[in-house]
């Protein structure tokens, strides 16, 4: 399962990111999304489709339809630079599956 | 609270074997459900799972890479370990591993990463 993205998005301080991530009928899978800053592990920021860890601010939010989920963060601040990834699950072979990630720079 | 903490060797020269371990805490490998992972990012560039292990010593293999790794665990230690054989330049990354609890679709936390350069 081949999973999509942006190689880069660039948004102003205060304006809203979007990314993307393409994949042959995702809404049939459940999608995570992680941040990775420059440096740091990977952290969640939305897990099954929508949801939002504990800590993660309001600002960002998902949504999955048809062959396109997508990582939405509102109010963009400089500390949300980083690269984000998608994630499914391919239950035939239990493995998780990474899309290429979207790097994000703040302008 | 569950950490992970990678350890292993920072260079390892072609057609060797690397040996790494994950020492967790926080959480038991005995779990039913519980797995821990292994991803991999060469230096600037994607991330990419290697392997898996679960509770029941059940193991996942990333198909392009499954003849070269093995993953193993010490539940006495709380540690697991991943070894890749045959290393190549194009092996040089950093290797993480990561939690699975029981039901998730996702890895979490993480562990903060192991360098590893593949260069004679």
């Known amino acids: 399962y081949v999973l999509t993205q942006p190689p880069s998005v660039s948004v102003a301080p205060g304006q809203t990111a979007t990314f993307t991530c393409g994949g042959n009928?995702?809404?049939?899978?459940?999608v995570t999304w992680y941040q990775q800053k420059p440096g740091q592990a990977p952290v969640v920021v939305v897990f099954?489709?929508?949801d939002r860890p504990s800590g993660i601010p309001e600002r960002f939010s998902g949504s999955n339809s048809e062959n396109t989920a997508t990582l939405t963060i509102s109010r963009v601040e400089a500390g949300d630079e980083a690269d984000y990834y998608c994630q499914v699950w391919d239950f035939g072979s239990d493995h998780p599956t990474f899309g290429g990630g979207t790097k994000l720079t703040v302008l | 609270q569950i950490v992970l903490k990678e350890s292993g060797p920072t260079l390892v020269k072609p057609t060797q074997t690397l040996t790494l371990t994950c020492n967790f805490s926080?959480?038991?490998?005995?779990?039913?459900?519980?797995?821990v992972g292994w991803i991999r990012q060469p230096p600037g560039k994607a991330l990419e799972w290697l392997a898996l292990i679960y509770w029941d010593d059940d193991k996942r293999y990333s198909p392009s890479l499954k003849n070269r790794l093995t993953i193993s665990r010490d539940t006495s230690k709380n540690e697991v370990g991943l070894t890749m054989t045959n290393v190549d330049p194009e092996d040089t990354g950093t290797y993480y591993c990561?939690?699975?609890?029981?039901?998730?679709?996702?890895?979490?936390?993480w562990g903060q990463g192991s360098l590893v350069t593949v260069s004679s």
């Open positions: 926080g959480f038991s490998l005995t779990t039913s459900g519980a797995g």
């Open positions: 990561a939690h699975r609890r029981t039901g998730d679709l996702w890895f979490d936390p």
């Open positions: 009928n995702i809404a049939r899978e459940t």
């Open positions: 099954d489709d929508s």
